[in-house]
């Protein structure tokens, strides 16, 4: 064998190994991701490290929103922002522009989420949950704006696509932010009639998730003054 195939079957032999220790140290990063911060960000940069020069720019964007979730989950959405928009110019794909539009949705930069999402409304065969993400997102953002009539428009239609594939727990959520949209704009009628629906909802879910939606209603029926309904729900709660 010459030395120029020798030095090809090293390399195939080594990048197994490199690919499979990026996951290790990113598996690593995402155990440390809520106790030790410096720890989680330590095991991402050795996942980028060990990559090398000549990273697959799959793998380099992997490691880049895994530093993102890390910086969001301890609420540093500015730099979560950043590592999304890199791992974006890695490698574009729907899941990252999702994530960065909710991070900007976070740090309440309305704008700018509602400018990377829209693109996204003419992608087809987009994944049905990633469509009621897209469509939640975009309430969210339109929200945000102050633009009730927008927002309860994409958070119904986000609520079309989780019927119609079931997926439960966006049901709750969707109605939730639908009565909060009519609350936030004084229609307390309709606010009421989404929160008992989110309520029901949320019966089925876990316990921790139908805590905090009882929490949220109890304080809508506090503004509006309907105590022995709030008490109720208080107990309830207890």
Partial sequence: MNSWAQREVG???MAKPQGNLHQVYLDSANTYKQSDIEKSIDYITNSIAVLGK????KSLSESL????E????HNQYD?????????LEAYKS???TLLLAEAYILNKQFSEAEKELQPLLKIEGLKPFQKVRLNENLGDAYRGLGLAEKAVAFYEEGLVVAKKNQITPKLA?????IADTYAQDDKLVEAGEYYNSSLQLTEGLEPKRAVQEKEKVADFYNQKNQ???EIELRKKKS
């Fill in 11 to 13: 390399r195939s032999k």
């Fill in 173 to 177: 959520d969707l109605n939730s932010k």
């Fill in 70 to 73: 890390v910086y969001r989950y």
């Fill in 227 to 229: 105590y022995g309904a």
């Fill in 94 to 96: 729907t899941r990252i």
């Fill in 65 to 68: 929103v895994a530093l993102g």
């Fill in 54 to 57: 000549r990273a697959d720019k």
């Fill in 79 to 87: 730099l979560a922002i950043t590592n999304y928009i890199d791992a």
